[in-house]
């Protein structure tokens, strides 16, 4: 990689479901969502504001958009049509990448296609869909993990399964040993500290010695709606942990600040190694400007920031 490349980071959009429930889709888990929908979460989220937010990362030309879950609220075809408009919106697929999150596969579905109608955006077919996936950008591999499945009506956990997993540490292995930098995208926290019991990662444990032996560049992650970074000792350099906060929020709310996303462009260093700026971009009070919230340099040679 001579030139920098820079990938933009959104995470948590979460676009306002239309209209109800329909019957055929009504459950706990949804009427409960649609609920707290309409008493809370929809002064919070708000569709605007996410377009603002890529409308501002394309004004700064980003090689390359990665979307780390929770694109919708309650699971309803109606929104993943929705969603999918949105996206068409925001790029082509090969401008943009997606994985799903906890609200994307949130309950029964009774057939319906779901996140199938994003294969495009997730590197494949709807018929051959399958995670993980690569996506090659540029001088990276986008791996795209799903840790969201099923849960009850108030549990937000996610897992990988050990299938995930094990195809992971293959492909982390490979692309190593060829010289790719390798990003890889998740919606849960990669660290089974960084979410309540209720809405972790529960197999973060095996995820985290899938990482610690096989290494990657770099985890972008969404779900806590907090822009942070972490970093994970391995067996080589350590590994940072990015987490998006959301991309939607027009005011804080428990502790969550306004919309951000993350900027990440990636160096080659003189030296051989890699850096990576990450640049921290939203607004710091409701309707206000979109700023630089921070700018960090990731060091791979140093411990923590």
Do not use: C
Request: charged letters at 20%; glycine letters at 8%; hydrophobic letters at 40%.
């Amino acid at each position: 990689m001579t030139e920098p490349f820079t990938l933009a980071h959104f995470s948590d959009v979460h676009l306002p479901p239309a209209g109800g429930v329909p019957w055929r889709y009504a459950n706990a888990k949804r009427l409960l969502g649609y609920l707290n929908w309409q008493r809370k979460r929809r002064h919070v989220h708000v569709r605007q504001v996410a377009d603002r937010l890529i409308a501002d990362a394309r004004k700064l030309r980003p090689d390359h958009i990665a979307i780390t879950g929770d694109l919708v609220n309650l699971g309803l075809p109606s929104e993943y049509e929705a969603a999918l408009e949105w996206l068409e919106s925001v790029g082509p697929p090969d401008a943009v990448t997606v994985v799903p999150g906890n609200h994307d596969i949130y309950s029964n579905l009774r057939g319906d296609r779901g996140i199938g109608r994003w294969a495009a955006y997730m590197g494949g077919e709807e018929e051959t869909l399958a995670f993980p996936f690569i996506r090659r950008v540029g001088p990276l591999a986008l791996i795209g993990l799903n840790s969201a499945h099923e849960t009850p009506p108030f549990v937000a956990r996610g897992a990988l399964g050990s299938q995930q997993i094990e195809i992971a540490s293959g492909q982390l292995s490979a692309l190593e040993r060829d010289g790719i930098i390798r990003v890889v995208l998740i919606h849960h926290p990669p660290l089974a500290s960084l979410a309540a019991p209720r809405r972790e990662l529960t197999d973060a444990a095996h995820f985290v010695n899938l990482i610690e032996r096989q290494g990657a560049e770099v985890i972008l992650y969404g779900h806590n709606h907090r822009a942070r970074v972490d970093w994970l000792p391995t067996l080589g350099k350590p590994v940072p942990l990015v987490a998006a906060g959301s991309a939607s929020a027009l005011i804080p709310h428990n502790q969550e600040a306004p919309a951000s996303y993350n900027l990440l462009t990636f160096f080659r260093k003189a030296t051989g190694g890699l850096r990576i700026r990450l640049v921290v971009r939203g607004m710091t009070e409701a309707n206000g400007p979109i700023e630089k919230l921070s700018e960090t340099f990731l060091e791979f040679d140093q411990p923590k920031i």
